[in-house]
């Protein structure tokens, strides 16, 4: 019943910016955590930020400095805010959640297409 929509990725040039968001909606009330991750053509899916619902941060440190996460705990809404943006950076990303109660469980998005070419 979870459902996690990813929106904002599209086509940027190389140092350009994008800001990615993801709302979730369904029968949880909250999450403990949510994020995102990426996966390369041809690479495995790995990730690149995450916020707890007290606020706590993570970041991959190939997007630290870089990218920015945020988060609306009463709307279970994350933001990526995504600067400087690198080739390497092109990936789908992928919003995910993290739920503890009444189980633990991971809840996936379909994927946002993040292109940085010139």
């Known amino acids: 019943q979870v459902q996690l929509v990813e929106s904002g990725g599209g086509l940027v040039q190389p140092g350009g910016s994008l800001r990615l968001s993801c709302a979730a909606s369904?029968?949880?009330?909250?999450?403990?955590?949510m994020g995102w991750y990426r996966q390369a053509s041809g690479k495995q899916r790995e990730l690149v930020a995450t916020i707890t619902s007290g606020g706590s941060t993570n970041y991959a440190d190939s997007v630290k400095g870089r990218f920015a996460i945020s988060r609306d705990n009463g709307k279970n809404t994350v933001h990526l805010q995504m600067n400087s943006l690198k080739p390497e950076d092109t990936a789908v990303y992928y919003c995910n959640a993290e739920a503890r109660v009444p189980t633990a469980k991971y809840y996936w998005g379909k994927g946002t297409l993040v292109t940085v070419s010139s």
């Open positions: 369904g029968s949880i009330f909250s999450f403990y955590a």
